[in-house]
């Protein structure tokens, strides 16, 4: 799922930055919280574990947020995924929204990474964006989705190995034989 609109103005700062991610990562703690109900005995405990990793990750950001978080989920995000939280009828549906938002935070996070000065925020953004990207190919699986729709940019198509002296490429196996 895809939420569109009007351009968001850039955000002045990491402190912004961090009032922001706290607000959605609290949006997905009630977007799982609404969608669990939908959910089968094993897809809800997966969807509990997850619900408790953002949680965490909010909290982690509201400590960055030099006193600014509002320990409130995104309202305007909010708004934009009630329709189709109030639409789901089943656990497809359920998981397919939720893997919508995890694909969005992890990209929000991988374009965060290209903004932050502050080493903290970057730290924290840096290592929340994998579980990001963790839950969305466990969602993505679930669901029965190829490796390419599991991620929102697809697979790593331009991705180049080489013989270690570029530091933009990765190491080639063929290079570097592990035996």
Known sequence: MQ??????????????IAVFAESVELTAVTAYALVTPALSAPAAETASLFLS?????????????????????NAKLMAALTPALSAIKDEAGGLELVLGLEQQLAETYAFALTRLVDK????????????????????????GKS?????????????????????????????????
């Open 3 to 16: 939420i569109s609109g009007s351009e968001v103005p850039p955000l002045a700062s990491d402190v912004d």
């Open 53 to 73: 990793h953002h949680q965490a990750h909010a909290e982690s950001f509201a400590a960055l947020s030099a006193g600014k978080a509002t320990g409130k989920p």
């Open 120 to 143: 903290a925020v970057f730290t924290a953004a840096a290592a929340i964006l994998p579980i990001e990207s963790a839950h969305a190919g466990v969602l993505a699986a679930a669901l």
């Open 147 to 179: 490796v390419d729709a599991m991620f929102p940019t697809g697979a790593f198509l331009a991705a180049e190995v080489g013989d270690g002296m570029d530091v933009k490429q990765g190491l080639d196996p063929d290079a570097f034989p592990a035996g």
